[in-house]
């Protein structure tokens, strides 16, 4: 079965330091891997993804993740922290093959709390 | 401009009453979902429908229903079978074809059981 785990339910950061948010998964075969971030009350916004090629994926407001086999993990990171990065952030994958039905299995979500 | 719209933002509805919740999307998606997020659990998948007139059972479909008469509408219904309806609920799609692509998502509805 597919699953994800970020094993941090809150990471605290504070602005301008670097920020590392964990995600590590368990999937059949090469995974496609996504973040996504959440403000109160809203939708999910799409950040990147991980398809295939270059382990490490640049996405939408600075952000990026390393993909790592090995590890099977996805972890997000950015080099310095805004204050209004603060929000809620989902890591998600989908397996590959010709069954799969496009869904996406998410983790349970990690709260960055960056402080001024 | 091109997106998915959920409504009602917040709805409140009375133990033992069905309520719909409405997703329409003018991305020329093929395939739709319905999440459910509940504090410290992620999204938990409901429903998923790859094609009009197809539907399948997520994870927790028990106690909801789906319809997907048009591509662009997959409404979703909460039953009174439903024990604990009281959550965020997110609709999402993504053009089919490959299984490379994101989803995209509404804003949510907020159900709310007095």
């Known amino acids: 079965a597919q699953s994800v785990a970020q094993p941090e339910d809150q990471v605290n950061v504070a602005e301008g330091n670097p920020l590392t948010v964990k995600c590590t998964y368990s999937?059949?075969?090469?995974?496609?891997l996504f973040w996504y971030v959440q403000y109160p009350n809203r939708g999910l916004q799409f950040l990147l993804k991980y398809i295939t090629g270059d382990n490490l994926v640049k996405g939408s407001y600075g952000f990026e993740a390393e993909f790592n086999k090995s590890q099977t993990s996805f972890h997000l990171k950015k080099p310095s922290a805004l204050v209004s990065d603060s929000a809620l952030y989902f890591c998600a994958v989908r397996g590959r093959g010709s069954s799969n039905t496009g869904k996406l299995i998410f983790g349970q979500g990690t709260t960055l709390q960056v402080k001024p | 401009d091109g997106g998915i719209t959920q409504s009602p933002k917040y709805l409140f509805r009375k133990e033992g009453q069905n309520v719909t919740l409405s997703c329409e999307q003018n991305l020329n998606h093929d395939a739709m979902y319905w999440y459910r997020q509940d504090p410290g659990q992620g999204l938990r998948l409901i429903y998923y429908?790859?094609?009009?007139?197809?539907?399948q059972k997520g994870d927790i479909a028990e106690g909801y229903s789906v319809s997907r008469e048009k591509k662009e509408s997959f409404p979703l219904t909460v039953t009174s079978a439903q024990k604990n309806p009281t959550a965020f609920y997110l609709c999402?799609?993504?053009?089919?074809?490959?299984?490379?692509?994101?989803?995209?998502f509404g804003e949510g509805s907020r159900l709310t059981v007095l």
């Open positions: 429908s790859q094609i009009v007139n197809d539907f």
């Open positions: 999937v059949s075969g090469n995974p496609y």
């Open positions: 999402a799609s993504r053009t089919s074809g490959t299984n490379t692509g994101e989803l995209f």
